[in-house]
């Protein structure tokens, strides 16, 4: 019988930790063990993976992917239809070096029959089930109510049996916000159940006040969509959430922080022991302000694709303030936010012009019409039309799906912006794409490590003297989406294998692995956070203990 089942040989091993020439052994699907070198008697009988001393890391952890998620459609919604399943997103995320994703149930706050946060979580887990997955899996819960009963009977059995150990909240979106007091509500349960909170920092309020001026005066294209979110809406919307966090004792992390202001918040507030953590995503050292009038004229509804929330930073000098956030520690985690909208689907970004339409034709008659209800039912357009309509027709950005794709990116980019560059250390690199997330979602040590025991998930890049860098085109990726915000950037590195629980998914350019693979992960309490000692009897932390 022998010994291993793979031996990856010749890599330059990296940890969160440090960076050494090891050989990795791998046996049913774990790290069995780790040698400078193996005798031969080991390596008989196991197939050997040469990585020709290129980096060998822990598989990247995505902690922020929507994939088949229902977007109800209407202004100021988060609408529209996900393009990716479970299939094509995960085949994109083990092409670009990601062995684990954690996604979103979203609970649906105008249907009486997603009131249980169970049952959102198993009509979710149902999809991923009818494709099935390249890549492990998990999800996080969007909980966009605050009732009571579900929260106390709900969330320990969402932690016990389904090991679903995060949720969502939102502070923007008609549909999906939570008050302050809400907020309070869901910080509070969450606490009890050691349920990581993630927070959506955009002040609702602002935004739609922010709305209404600018469609008063016609911006309604594309561009100004990041006039009606300017980085104060992120910083507001932020230090109050660290408040009301700090109110009831409770460690959040802030989702796509896309300013300096917002990131210095964060480090304001970790300065003073606060468990505060951020993740950052690759839009927001990529893009700006100005590539939402990228295409043909500023006014042209194409620029609809760059549209995200919260938007990209305003110019290039808050790319560099970003990145000393991200050298400094402050950001905890580098996500995707892979919310993929396609530009020829009719509910994909079009909506932002069918919506539109719709609105100039209701009883106000000025294209806003706050009492506009919210749909599920997709458009009906034939593929000719809506070319014709977007040509067209003008479209409001207030409809249009807020999302880019990204799952498969998200390492390269930061492998040639921050590894190769010599902005992060490689150990930095695994620590923002690997580590951090599998202990933040209570991964940690079966993920996001190398050691003995922990699942052989793996990325093995191209040996750096050999890659001619190239310039990224969509036609490269695998994700079903039809363009990429990073079309012609340059990178300098791939992954050249991603090895999910002992087996290659992806292999020198093809998708080698099996949709039946990938398992749902069940997770425990997060591990980066440390238990705080007792509240003792400090009237000031009333809330703690009321
Ligand atoms: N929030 C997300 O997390 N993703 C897409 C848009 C949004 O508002
Ligand atoms: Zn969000
Ligand atoms: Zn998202």
């Known amino acids: 019988m022998p010994r291993f089942d793979t031996v ?52 990247g952890i995505d902690g922020h992917v929507h994939l088949c998620q229902d977007l109800k459609t209407g202004p100021n919604k988060l609408g529209g239809r996900c393009s990716d399943n479970f299939e094509t997103g995960s085949r994109s995320a083990a092409a670009g070096g990601t062995t684990t994703m ?21 009509r979710y887990a149902a999809r991923a089930q009818s494709t099935g997955s390249y890549i492990d899996y998990a999800f996080h819960v969007i909980i966009t109510r605050n009732d009571p009963d579900v929260l106390q ?87 109050r959430a660290i408040a009301l966090a700090q109110l009831v ?12 202001m917002a990131a210095q918040n964060v480090r304001e507030a970790q300065s003073r022991g606060l468990p505060i953590y951020a993740e950052t995503c690759p839009q927001y050292f990529n893009l700006t302000w100005q590539d939402l009038k990228r295409f043909h004229s500023p006014t042209c509804f194409e620029n609809s694709k760059m549209i995200c929330s919260p938007p990209p930073p305003a110019e290039k000098n808050d790319h560099e303030a970003l990145q000393r956030y991200l050298a400094n520690g402050t950001f905890t985690i580098w996500s995707s936010d892979h919310c993929p909208f396609r530009y020829d689907d009719p509910d994909g970004k079009p909506a932002g012009v069918l919506e539109h339409a719709g609105s100039m034709q209701g009883e106000s008659g000025d294209g806003h019409n706050p009492a506009a209800p919210c749909t599920s039912v997709y458009h009906e357009v034939p593929k000719e039309d809506l070319s014709r309509l977007l040509a067209r027709k003008m479209g409001h950005f207030k409809h249009v799906p807020n999302g880019i794709p990204g799952v498969e990116t998200r390492l390269p980019l930061l492998f040639s912006q921050g590894l190769l560059t010599g902005l992060i250390s490689p150990s930095r690199f695994v620590e923002l794409t690997s580590t951090n997330p599998a202990k933040l ?53 791939w992954p050249r294998y991603t090895m999910v629980r002992g087996k290659l998914i992806w292999s020198n350019g093809k998708i080698v692995g099996q949709l039946s693979h990938g398992n749902f992960v069940k997770r425990g309490p997060n591990s980066l956070h440390q238990r705080p000692q007792p509240f003792g009897t400090d009237l000031r932390n009333v809330a703690t203990w009321l």
């Open 8 to 59: 990856i040989v010749n890599g330059l091993v990296v940890t969160a930790a440090d960076s050494a020439y090891y050989n990795i052994g791998i046996k049913d699907g774990k790290i069995e063990a780790l040698a400078r070198e193996f005798s031969s008697a080991d390596l008989e009988g196991c197939e050997i993976i040469d990585a020709e001393g290129a980096y060998v890391m822990p598989g």
């Open 102 to 122: 954690v996604n979103f149930a979203s609970q649906d706050r105008l249907d009486e029959a997603d009131r249980s946060l169970i049952g959102v979580v198993q």
């Open 153 to 239: 009977s709900e969330l320990p059995v969402l932690v016990k049996e389904w090991g679903i150990t995060s949720c969502k909240l939102f502070m923007t979106y008609d549909t999906m916000r939570l008050t302050d007091r809400q907020l309070l509500d869901v910080m509070v349960a969450a606490r009890k159940n050691s349920v990581t909170t993630l927070i959506h920092a955009e002040n609702g309020d602002a935004i739609e006040w922010l709305t209404e001026q600018l469609e008063a005066r016609d911006m309604i294209a594309p561009y100004y969509h990041a006039l009606s979110r300017p980085p104060l809406i992120e910083a507001e919307a932020s230090n």
């Open 249 to 260: 004792q409770n460690p959040i992390l802030f989702v796509h922080i896309g300013s300096p």
């Open 441 to 493: 979602y209570g991964m940690y040590p079966q993920k996001g490590c190398l050691m003995p025991g922990s699942d052989a998930d793996l990325v093995i890049w191209h040996p750096q003297a050999t890659f001619k860098p190239f310039a990224l085109s969509n036609s490269h990726l695998h994700h079903n989406v039809d363009y990429t915000p990073y079309e012609g950037q340059t990178l300098s590195n």
